[in-house]
């Protein structure tokens, strides 16, 4: 790894890979990208990030549209937008973004490339970095990071070739940041994917002592002819669910309210488990590329869906043909004991349960019902597979 200091204190790096092209080590900066995080300064920081890629397909997360409702218990029921995410605002910026770069809906961003498309998608951990502060677990935020982009690029199909990270803090900790970078490492392996250079940015005074923010990128090829795009899905089709390691990176500021209600601290037994919250609330999030990329070449897979902010309600619908929706059968999987206590601590309703997290479900698989009693039958490894719902006609998302 070679580290160069440049004229404003950042830290530039970049891996010098053997048998490739020299040229391939450079950072790679696609154009025409939009990453727009907005920061609060007080106590509840959160941070909501729209992004958008242009390319034949454009990636916008974290589009809720979250209502608050009252409680049927009391009236007191959090809700996201409580926890000081403004969707409204990310919402019109998406809005506004779409009238440069029409074609919002994907998971990630396809450039033609010969009979190839390379598909790039870009994120972070969102306020989960908070809880790395408090918990001291900086050693597994990194194969988040490296999750939330490849687990973006593999629903079109793509195998990722190459990831780059930022790491930014005001006064670099050189041990801390190895931790991360270790972590990333750690993500890129389990993704089969490089990581190919990145950035580290020492800034004085622009994050408080001790903290630090993270962002990816990552870039995958597809054949033009294997892209998973959704088209051909059709009413009775399968829903397939691939299980979570827990709340993986989004909602963390909905989770940090709650936490805070609920009197508990990180170093507290999850109620009626052997682990602590911070342990359970810090599980990194499962990368899903090599899974994912075996089922697909058994053939039936249509479309693949991120479950991140959003959850099932906003998710699933970005890879239907317009006029489908779906039904998710609500007791065809066991969902994990941190929702559980997230629900019950928060007072949080189903609906928005289900909007925000990812209840246990990191990925869901749209395939034909003949491939669907194929791959559940083969199931994939020591990985569980649930049948969680199936296409219907008509719009949206309903729980039975």
């Known amino acids: 790894m070679n580290t160069t200091f440049a004229s404003k204190t950042e830290l530039s790096r970049t891996f010098s890979l053997s048998k490739q092209n020299p040229n391939l080590s450079r950072p790679f900066k696609p154009t025409c990208e939009f990453s727009l995080h907005s920061k609060s300064s007080s106590s509840s920081t959160t941070t909501t990030t729209t992004t958008a890629h242009v390319g034949l397909s454009v990636s916008?997360?974290?589009?809720?549209?979250?209502?608050?409702?009252?409680?049927?218990?009391?009236?007191?029921?959090?809700?996201?937008?409580?926890?000081?995410?403004?969707i409204d605002a990310g919402s019109e910026l998406v809005r506004r973004i779409a009238k440069m770069a029409p074609g919002i809906g994907g998971f990630g961003?396809?450039?033609?490339?010969?009979?190839?498309?390379?598909?790039?998608?870009?994120?972070?951990?969102?306020?989960?970095?908070?809880?790395?502060?408090?918990?001291?677990?900086?050693?597994?935020?990194?194969?988040?990071?490296?999750?939330?982009?490849?687990?973006?690029?593999?629903?079109?199909?793509?195998k990722p070739l190459f990831?780059?990270?930022?790491?930014?803090?005001?006064?670099?900790?050189?041990?801390?940041?190895?931790?991360?970078?270790?972590?990333?490492?750690?993500?890129?392996?389990?993704?089969?994917?490089?990581?190919?250079?990145g950035e580290t940015a020492e800034m004085p005074d622009f994050y408080a002592d001790g903290e630090y923010?993270?962002?990816?990128?990552?870039?995958?090829?597809?054949?033009?002819?294997?892209?998973?795009?959704?088209?051909n899905i059709v009413a009775g089709d399968v829903l397939i669910?691939?299980?979570?390691?827990?709340?993986?990176?989004?909602?963390?500021?909905?989770?940090?309210?709650?936490?805070?209600?609920?009197?508990?601290?990180?170093?507290?037994?999850?109620p009626g488990e052997s682990i602590t919250l911070g342990e359970a609330l810090m599980a990194p999030t499962v990368i899903y590329v090599k899974q994912v990329l075996d089922i697909i070449r058994e053939g039936g897979v249509k479309g693949i869906a991120h479950i991140t902010g959003g959850g099932f309600t906003d998710n699933i619908p970005r890879v239907f043909p317009k006029g489908l929706g779906a039904t998710i059968f609500k007791d065809s999987w066991e969902v994990p004991?941190?929702?559980?206590?997230?629900?019950?601590?928060?007072?949080i309703e189903d609906a928005e349960m289900m909007r925000t997290f990812n209840m246990g479900i990191g990925m869901v698989l749209v395939?034909?019902?003949?491939?669907?009693?194929?791959?559940?039958?083969?199931g994939n490894g020591s990985k569980p597979l649930y049948r969680i719902g199936k296409v219907i006609s008509g719009e949206g998302v309903s729980y039975s």
């Open 241 to 270: 669910g691939l299980p979570s390691s827990g709340v993986h990176s989004n909602g963390f500021s909905l989770v940090r309210r709650v936490l805070a209600r609920s009197g508990l601290s990180l170093e507290d037994k999850l």
């Open 109 to 158: 961003g396809l450039f033609p490339l010969g009979d190839s498309y390379l598909v790039a998608g870009t994120d972070g951990v969102g306020t989960k970095l908070k809880l790395a502060f408090e918990t001291g677990i900086h050693d597994t935020i990194g194969i988040d990071l490296v999750a939330m982009s490849v687990n973006d690029i593999v629903t079109s199909g793509a």
């Open 367 to 378: 395939v034909s019902p003949e491939a669907s009693l194929r791959i559940l039958e083969t």
């Open 337 to 347: 004991p941190v929702f559980k206590w997230i629900q019950e601590a928060g007072r």
């Open 60 to 86: 916008a997360k974290e589009r809720l549209n979250v209502v608050s409702k009252s409680s049927k218990s009391g009236g007191d029921s959090l809700t996201y937008k409580d926890s000081g995410v403004d």
């Open 163 to 197: 990831f780059l990270d930022y790491f930014a803090t005001s006064h670099l900790d050189v041990d801390l940041a190895e931790k991360v970078i270790k972590g990333i490492v750690d993500g890129c392996q389990q993704s089969d994917c490089v990581l190919l250079g």
């Open 213 to 231: 923010d993270l962002s990816g990128f990552a870039v995958g090829v597809v054949k033009k002819d294997a892209v998973i795009d959704g088209k």
